[in-house]
């Protein structure tokens, strides 16, 4: 399977925490890009982090990559209830040339 | 107001029976994709269409068709030889096939009785 790995699966915080989710892949890649899902919607695309960066910010949230690992994060910093939704990472292989899904973290932010 | 939009939001079918996913966009991308989503896990890749009018397998098709005739447009089919049709279908669209963000649809739920 291409798929890679999210960790957690599931992740239960207090508002004002920060929440942190991981994500492992496989192979070579152009590009990793992290998705929000409310339950029962469509993906929201929230960041896309190029495989010569290291590090990117879009408001409260921090993606960072490493290469070398084969892994990324994602930090939403200073969380609310209207957070909680499923993260899912996706990345571009350089050869494959289409989006490869996470596994997901569910992200529970309670009030 | 541009988008992606998905019809029906649910659907309900007969096992033996062919069912057919709209999906539409307005947002002039020319790659469209669907996936389909089981609890607990990722995005699967079912069909792909870089241009109108052509379409790649992903990597479940076996039991799906589509068709691309109009660049707003990319139906998806699921037939009969489905074996589990049961789950979650997403529809996104993006500039550059591959290499751009993704833009989804609502989705539709398909369950089979």
């Known amino acids: 399977s291409q798929q890679g790995e999210e960790d957690p699966q599931a992740l239960s915080i207090q508002e004002g925490e920060n929440a942190t989710m991981n994500c492992s892949y496989k192979t070579s890649i152009n590009n990793l890009q992290w998705y929000r899902q409310n339950s029962g919607r469509g993906l929201v695309h929230l960041i896309l982090?190029?495989?010569?960066?290291r590090e990117k910010h879009s408001g409260r949230l921090r993606v960072t990559l490493d290469t070398s690992k084969k892994s990324s994060s994602l930090l939403i910093t200073a969380s609310r209830a209207a957070d909680t939704a499923s993260y899912f990472c996706?990345?571009?292989?350089?050869?494959?040339?289409?989006?490869?899904f996470g596994t997901g973290t569910r992200l529970l932010v309670s009030p | 107001d541009g988008g992606i939009t998905q019809s029906p939001k649910y659907l309900f079918r007969k096992e033996g029976q062919n069912v057919t996913l709209s999906c539409e966009q307005n947002?002039?991308?020319?790659?469209m994709y669907w996936y389909r989503q089981d609890p607990g896990q990722g995005l699967r890749l079912i069909y792909y269409s870089q241009i109108v009018n052509d379409f790649q397998k992903g990597d479940i098709a076996e039991g799906y068709s589509v068709s691309r005739e109009k660049k707003e447009s990319f139906p998806l089919t699921v037939t009969s030889a489905q074996k589990n049709p049961t789950a979650f279908y997403l529809c996104a669209s993006s500039i550059l096939e591959g290499t751009d963000t993704q833009y989804f649809g609502p989705g539709t739920r398909l369950t089979v009785l």
């Open positions: 996706a990345w571009l292989n350089t050869g494959f040339q289409k989006l490869v």
């Open positions: 982090i190029r495989s010569n960066e």
């Open positions: 947002l002039n991308h020319d790659a």
